[in-house]
T-cell receptor
Framework: EAQVTQNPRYLITVTGKKLTVTCSQN?????MSWYRQDPGLGLRQIYY???????DKGDVPEGYKVSRKEKRNFPLILESPSPNQTSLYFC??????????????FGQGTRLTVV | KNEVEQSPQNLTAQEGEFITINCSYS?????LHWLQQHPGGGIVSLFM???GKKKHGRLIATINIQEKHSSLHITASHPRDSAVYIC?????????????FGQGTRLTINP
């Protein structure tokens, strides 16, 4: 089954404690991205990756890191989480090659609370 | 002004009604996505459009590139269509490949 898998689904952590949210897709998609969703602000893009070892900032990259060492995985790293990073996070992937783009597949979401 | 504007923000209708949700954008795009988010939070892609019209079951999506406008239509609406519908555009300004989202339209279909 084609899917994007995020883990964990729920996480409560303390300010400053490094954490990683994993994202994995089984569709051989080139394009992967991370979004956060906040009430009144909607979905905003954090980082995206066009392919292995190619990443770029979205609209709200501050406080986040990503890596794309393998095509299937795109982890989101919070080196020193702060309360303003409390949010609902989504990972997504799609084919995006030589100007051809397909529908996006989203992970189930990770609800992060930083206290 | 947001790059992507949806209207209406909220819509309540009776089962069976024809529903239209609109999306206008101000940037150059390579594609437009319509997404559905149910109360549980999960997001599902409904359509990806770069031109013309697409149909899937009771859902129809159209895009007018010249007018920078897209519509999502639901025929014979049903309470299970109640969800937030989100328009997103692939912004190609300066070679970037960002996805920019509208604020969403909350649709409620009453039986």
């Amino acid at each position: 089954e084609a899917q994007v898998t995020q883990n964990p689904r729920y996480l409560i952590t303390v300010t400053g404690k490094k954490l990683t949210v994993t994202c994995s897709q089984n569709m051989n998609h080139e394009y992967m991205s991370w979004y956060r969703q906040d009430p009144g602000l909607g979905l905003r893009q954090i980082y995206y990756s066009m392919n292995v070892e190619v990443t770029d900032k979205g609209d709200v990259p501050e406080g986040y890191k990503v890596s794309r060492k393998e095509k299937r995985n795109f982890p989101l790293i919070l080196e020193s989480p702060s309360p303003n990073q409390t949010s609902l996070y989504f990972c997504a992937s799609s084919h995006h090659l030589r100007g051809v783009e397909t529908e996006a597949f989203f992970g189930q979401g990770t609800r992060l609370t930083v206290v | 002004k947001n790059e992507v504007e949806q209207s209406p923000q909220n819509l309540t209708a009776q089962e069976g009604e024809f529903i239209t949700i609109n999306c206008s954008y101000s940037v150059g795009i390579s594609a437009l996505h319509w997404l559905q988010q149910h109360p549980g939070g999960g997001i599902v892609s409904l359509f990806m459009l770069s031109s013309g019209k697409k149909k899937h079951g009771r859902l129809i999506a159209t895009i007018n590139i010249q007018e920078k406008h897209s519509s999502l239509h639901i025929t014979a609406s049903h309470p299970r269509d109640s969800a937030v519908y989100i328009c997103a555009v692939r912004d190609i300004i300066q070679g970037a490949q960002k996805l920019v989202f509208g604020q969403g339209t909350r649709l409620t279909i009453n039986p």
